[in-house]
T-cell receptor, first 117, second 114 residues
Framework: DGGITQSPKYLFRKEGQNVTLSCEQNLNHDAMYWYRQDPGQGLRLIYYSQIVNDFQKGDIAEGYSVSREKKESFPLTVTSAQKNPTAFYLC????????????????FGSGTRLTVV | SQQGEEDPQALSIQEGENATMNCSYKTSINNLQWYRQNSGRGLVHLILIRSNEREKHSGRLRVTLDTSKKSSSLLITASRAADTASYFCATDATRGGSNYKLTFGKGTLLTVNP
């Protein structure tokens, strides 16, 4: 089955530590996105990538970094510069072949819950 | 920045009743989408309505869009306990066709009581 896999499901970070969240998709989607969700809040965009080896900052990129070396993978690193990293992180992807698709919708992974300990 | 704002923040109804959720947004859009999120899970795409459409149906879902009022509504008919979830609207306001990204609202928590 095609889809997006996020791992781990739960992650604990110590103060001053960098951690990396994995996002892998086998949907052959060009575009990938990272969102952060806080309790009772909507999703806020951290980074996104429309194509391999290219990515753009979203609304809350400070304290985060990403890479897009392969089409299938878009890992997110939460650095020690992110002072309040406890949140639910969601990865999503989307096809950019819009001529053949009427669906501009995102496919989401099941999320990673990051907690600072 | 938050583009869409859902209303109400929470809605509790009985099974079999209809549920209506509203979304308002601020800028011109290309399309508006509705997503569902079960607790602790990822979001699932429900339906998309383009800026030149006024109404769209999918099963028990009915979405309307009023671009003059910058608002949309999602109607779930004959609700079931399994419809209990948070519902988010998301807008595409991308210009130029590149760097497409969606902006999400804060969501409506729908509880359907058996």
């Amino acid at each position: 089955d095609g889809g997006i896999t996020q791992s781990p499901k739960y992650l604990f970070r110590k103060e001053g530590q960098n951690v990396t969240l994995s996002c892998e998709q086998n949907l052959n989607h060009d575009a990938m996105y990272w969102y952060r969700q806080d309790p009772g809040q909507g999703l806020r965009l951290i980074y996104y990538s429309q194509i391999v080896n290219d990515f753009q900052k979203g609304d809350i990129a400070e304290g985060y970094s990403v890479s897009r070396e392969k089409k299938e993978s878009f890992p997110l690193t939460v650095t020690s510069a992110q002072k309040n990293p406890t949140a639910f992180y969601l990865c999503a992807s989307r096809t950019t072949w819009v001529r053949s698709s009427t669906n501009y919708g995102y496919t989401f992974g099941s999320g990673t819950r990051l907690t600072v300990v | 920045s938050q583009q869409g704002e859902e209303d109400p923040q929470a809605l509790s109804i009985q099974e079999g009743e209809n549920a209506t959720m509203n979304c308002s947004y601020k800028t011109s859009i290309n399309n508006l989408q509705w997503y569902r999120q079960n607790s602790g899970r990822g979001l699932v795409h429900l339906i998309l309505i383009r800026s030149n459409e006024r109404e769209k149906h999918s099963g028990r879902l009915r979405v309307t869009l009023d671009t003059s009022k910058k608002s949309s509504s999602l109607l779930i008919t004959a609700s079931r306990a399994a419809d209990t979830a948070s519902y988010f609207c998301a807008t595409d306001a991308t210009r130029g066709g590149s760097n497409y990204k969606l902006t999400f609202g804060k969501g409506t928590l729908l509880t359907v009581n058996p």
